[in-house]
């Protein structure tokens, strides 16, 4: 048989785009999430740091403590896992936490990028709160509510409608998820029902739902379809502005709006 007969299987090598993620060391989601929009067209390449509110197999607490969320960015540790995930062949990278970001506010986020810029190769670095900015800004949104993880406390849920307001945004609605603390008890319907029974009589022209921890990607097109809200996610913009940073051209259905369009800078 010639070589010319012979049938190969893929192996994930000829994706246009990849996307590298910076991840809690205990958490799939984001890379779940990233791979489930990007398809064939983007392979996505996670690197792990620790993150001591999370233990083996992706437990935590009711509710994080807030010391590890808030140094979870402070040098060295981060600096050094950038400058080793850029030296692979990255089109892009995303930091996917949110929490962290509350604690710090916006110029906090802006700070950590202009630090870790030397570090990247020249590859672009984005953060999930500031693409979540971006997002609600190309999307033309004033008035927000923010659904965050149920392990995030009150203390935490509101830095978060803080830091959104800071940004600019009405937010008029915010609470943690009423479900019960723990990744694996995150669903699609529940969290649907959530945002159905919170968000919707509220007034919110869109949602944010934080957390990249949080299962969520799977319901954005079903609160678009059925609550008229346009729904962003952690993980969703993260992507899109990541792909974004780097001129990317990327639209997919199913994933909302904001992917609906092409994701390069305008």
């Not at 990233?34 to 392979?43: D, K, L, P, T």
Request: aromatic share 8%; with cysteine; charged share 20%.
């Amino acid at each position: 048989m010639s070589i010319q007969q012979l049938s190969f299987q893929p192996d994930g090598w000829s994706a246009d785009t990849r996307l590298g993620l910076v991840v809690p060391h205990a958490d799939v989601g984001p890379e779940a999430e990233c791979a489930a929009i990007g398809g064939q067209q983007v392979s996505v390449h996670g690197a792990r740091i620790g993150f001591s509110a999370m233990r083996a197999g992706g437990e935590m607490d009711q509710k994080i403590p807030h010391d590890p969320v808030a140094s979870f960015t402070e040098p060295p540790f981060i600096d050094d896992l950038v400058a080793s995930v850029c030296d692979a062949p990255l089109t892009t990278l995303g930091l996917a936490f949110t929490s962290s970001a509350y604690k710090h506010g916006p110029e906090g986020e802006r700070a950590l990028i202009e630090r870790l810029r030397p570090k990247t190769r020249g590859i672009p670095v984005v953060t999930t709160c500031l693409a979540a900015e971006e997002a609600l800004h190309h999307l033309g949104i004033e008035k927000l509510a923010i659904v965050n993880p149920a392990w995030f406390d009150k203390e935490l849920d509101e830095a978060g409608a803080e830091y959104f307001r800071t940004a600019g945004f009405d937010v008029v609605q915010h609470a943690p998820c009423w479900l019960t603390s723990g990744q694996k008890h995150v669903t699609p319907p529940a969290l649907y029902d959530w945002i159905k029974k919170t968000v919707e009589p509220s007034g919110a022209e869109a949602v944010f739902v934080g957390g990249n921890g949080q299962r969520a990607v799977g319901i954005i097109d079903a609160v678009e379809s059925h609550l008229g809200i346009k729904a962003l996610t952690a993980n969703q913009v993260l992507f899109w502005a990541a792909l974004r940073a780097a001129g990317v051209s990327f639209s997919t259905a199913g994933y909302g709006t904001l992917l609906m369009q092409e994701a390069v800078v305008e």
